[in-house]
């Protein structure tokens, strides 16, 4: 999600819209994300319902099946509103590294 924001940082909406390397470069972030959802056990996904798994593992399959006809309209939507609140949601459920003692 990081990278899709770092991505659009500084775009409108119309600069994005006429932008074709950041909008496939974002595309190609999401469908990462989705991927990774995927991935997520069941088990995991029913314990943290709070997640909208299947929207986000849904939009991977819309953007890999449906290439040719993306509403970027709706790729600007999920980056700029939807991102911050997945994010804020997710960010707690990894686990963080270790951190080396010097």
């Keep these: 999600m990081e990278q899709a924001q770092s991505f659009m940082q500084g775009y409108d909406a119309k600069a994005f819209h ?4 950041t909008r496939w470069a974002v595309y190609s972030q999401i469908i ?3 991927e990774a959802a995927g991935r997520i056990s069941r088990e995991f996904q029913a314990q943290h319902s ?3 798994w299947s929207d986000i593992i ?3 399959h819309r953007l890999v099946h449906g290439y040719d006809k993306v509403r970027w309209d709706r790729v600007w939507d999920a980056v700029v509103n939807d991102f911050p609140m997945l994010k804020a949601a997710i960010e707690p459920l990894i686990p963080q590294e270790p951190r080396q003692q010097t």
């Design 18 to 21: 006429g932008d074709e390397r």
């Design 32 to 34: 990462v994300i989705g």
């Design 50 to 52: 709070e997640i909208p």
């Design 58 to 60: 849904g939009m991977r």
